[in-house]
């Protein structure tokens, strides 16, 4: 069974479907119900898509003269408020226009004549600061010249007294170049003194220290005689205390060898009385 919104088949799509199948008695009436089922069904949906796009037709006209009202309404809507508007500005905003500009006018008017009066003022206090200036100005290059010519003399008498003090500078370093000659002098004669004064002592000493060499070499073999003598006679102690240790070494194995063999003797005598014994009590 089909939707009822979908377009039912044709009829001679549905007799070609029909004369495919083997025709009986008992299906041809069925079929032809079915036929014409379908036939009022597609008729019912063609009539209903004709009513409804007649009613589609008529909603979309009214849609449009709607729409055209509207616009007749908002252009009329326009044209009274542009009119209002105008006669707002007429009425109320150049009145109010006029007035805000003759109060700006009225204020800029006070404005500039504070102004100007402020301008006057500080001019007035410029030409006092202008005379000032000029007064203070005179005053200073008079100061400064006076303090420039006191500068000046202080410059040339600083200059005398320099020029003079390097002038005893001068003298004192030839002074101290007079002095630094005859302390070399000094210095080298003094250093020659004393050469010689070294020289002696250097003599002196030397000579003393010769014969404190002899009187060291001659201790030395005093000495050097003296330990060969006790190393002498430390040797012959020595030898003699080896000979006497030997000769005593000789002595007491010569003791032990006999008392070796007189243990043996005994021994083997004990020997033989026990083997003695042994065999007569078996």
Not at 77 to 100: G, Y
Not at 238 to 266: F, G, I, V
Request: hydrophobic letters at 35%.
């Amino acid at each position: 069974m089909q939707h009822p919104f979908q377009t039912p088949p044709r009829a001679g799509h549905l007799e070609m479907s029909s004369s495919r199948q083997p025709t009986s008695a008992q299906t041809g009436p069925r079929r032809d119900e079915l036929i014409q089922c379908f036939q009022s069904v597609e008729r019912q949906v063609e009539l209903d898509t004709r009513v409804r796009r007649q009613t589609e037709d008529s909603t979309v006209e009214n849609l449009v003269l709607d729409v055209q009202r509207l616009e007749d309404c908002l252009k009329q809507e326009i044209e009274r408020r542009l009119l209002q508007l105008e006669l707002l500005k007429k009425d109320v905003l150049h009145p109010k226009l006029a007035n805000a500009q003759s109060k700006l006018e009225a204020s800029f008017l006070n404005q500039f004549e504070r102004v100007h009066s402020q301008i006057d003022v500080l001019g007035d206090r410029l030409e006092t600061v202008e005379k000032a200036f000029l007064q203070s100005r005179s005053h200073y290059l008079g100061q400064m010249e006076k303090d420039a010519a006191a500068l000046e003399n202080e410059i040339n008498v600083f200059q005398q007294h320099f020029t003079s003090d390097i002038t005893e500078r001068q003298e004192r370093l030839n002074q101290l170049g007079q002095q630094l000659e005859t302390l070399k002098l000094q210095t080298v004669e003094k250093l020659a003194r004393d050469e010689r004064l070294s020289q002696r002592k250097f003599d002196h000493l030397r000579r003393g220290a010769d014969e404190l060499v002899l009187q060291r070499d001659e201790e030395k073999g005093h000495f050097q005689g003296q330990l060969e003598t006790e190393l002498h006679n430390l040797k012959s102690a020595m030898l003699e205390a080896s000979k006497a240790r030997t000769q005593a070494d000789n002595e007491m194995l010569t003791a032990l060898n006999h008392y070796t063999m007189e243990l043996q003797e005994a021994v083997s005598c004990i020997s033989e009385g026990a083997v003695a014994a042994a065999r007569g009590g078996v």
